[in-house]
C-alpha cells in the first residue's frame, strides 16, 4: 500500500464529496467535531496542507493552531477551500516523499467525520484507512508500554473471503489479557478516539476494557453518544 497514493485518492473523495454540497449542507455540525461545521473541518484539511507546506507545523497539533486554520479561512467559500486545497495537492506528494506521510492520518480521520456529519457513507476499506489503522494501533501501543496494564488484543470480526486483522500490544493475541472484536472499520474509529466508552465495553470479549479507556482517548475526549460513521 502507498500512503502517498492513498492520501492522493482521500483528497479525491473528499474533493467529490464536498464540491456538489450547498450552503445548508456546508453549515452541518460535524458530531465527531462538535466545534465545527462542515465547511469549518474543511477549512482545517485545508488548512493543514498549506501549513505543514509552509513549514508550520507543531509536533501536538495543538487546537490553537487548528483554529487558527479554520479563523484564517473564515471568509472563502468552499469552491475557494477546494481550489487551495487543489494547489497543496499539486505539492504535497512531494514533500511526502521527502518528510513522511503522516498528512495522510489527518485527512482519512476527517474523510470520515465528514460522511457521518453528511450521512454519505464510503472509503471505509480505503487503504488509507488500513494504513492510518496500523498506525494508530502502533501509537496505542506505544502509550500502553509505558503502563503497567497487561496486554490488549484487537479483533477484526470475522469477513467471509479474506482474512481478518488483529493486533496485540504484546505477545500474540490469544494470551492478551483483554480482547475487543468489531468491524475492522470500527476498530480504526476507536483507534482514533471516535467510539464511546459503551461502544469498546460492548466489543469486549475477553477481560475489562475500563483501565484502558484513558489511552482509546489519545486524539481527545471519547465521544458521550455514537457517532453516524
Do not use: K
Not at 465545527?36 to 487546537?63: I, K, M, Y
Request: proline share 7%; net charge negative.
Amino acid at each position: 500500500m502507498d500512503p502517498i497514493a492513498s492520501w492522493q485518492a482521500a483528497h479525491d473523495r473528499v474533493t467529490d464529496l464536498v464540491a456538489v454540497l450547498g450552503d445548508a449542507q456546508l453549515a452541518t455540525r460535524v458530531p465527531a467535531c462538535p466545534d465545527w461545521t462542515v465547511r469549518d473541518l474543511l477549512s482545517h484539511v485545508v488548512g493543514l496542507g498549506s501549513d505543514v507546506l509552509a513549514g508550520d507545523e507543531p509536533d501536538d497539533h495543538h487546537e490553537a493552531w487548528t483554529r487558527a486554520q479554520v479563523e484564517a479561512r473564515a471568509d472563502r467559500s468552499a469552491r475557494e477551500l477546494l481550489a487551495e486545497w487543489a494547489d497543496v495537492a499539486q505539492r504535497l506528494p512531494a514533500w511526502m516523499q521527502e518528510h513522511g506521510s503522516r498528512p495522510l492520518n489527518d485527512v482519512v480521520i476527517h474523510e470520515q467525520d465528514l460522511r457521518g456529519a453528511l450521512g454519505v457513507p464510503g472509503g471505509r476499506a480505503s487503504d488509507g484507512l488500513v494504513i492510518v489503522r496500523e498506525r494508530m494501533a502502533e501509537r496505542l501501543g506505544r502509550t500502553l508500554a509505558a503502563t503497567d496494564l497487561p496486554p490488549l488484543a484487537l479483533e477484526e470480526s470475522p469477513q467471509p473471503g479474506r482474512p481478518s486483522w488483529s493486533w496485540c500490544s504484546a505477545g500474540a493475541a490469544a494470551d492478551a489479557a483483554v480482547l475487543l472484536r468489531a468491524s475492522g472499520f470500527d476498530l480504526a474509529r476507536a483507534l482514533t478516539s471516535r467510539r464511546t466508552a459503551a461502544q469498546l465495553r460492548n466489543w469486549t470479549v475477553r477481560g475489562d476494557v475500563a483501565p484502558y479507556l484513558d489511552a482509546f482517548a489519545g486524539l481527545g475526549p471519547l465521544p458521550s453518544e455514537p457517532l453516524p460513521e
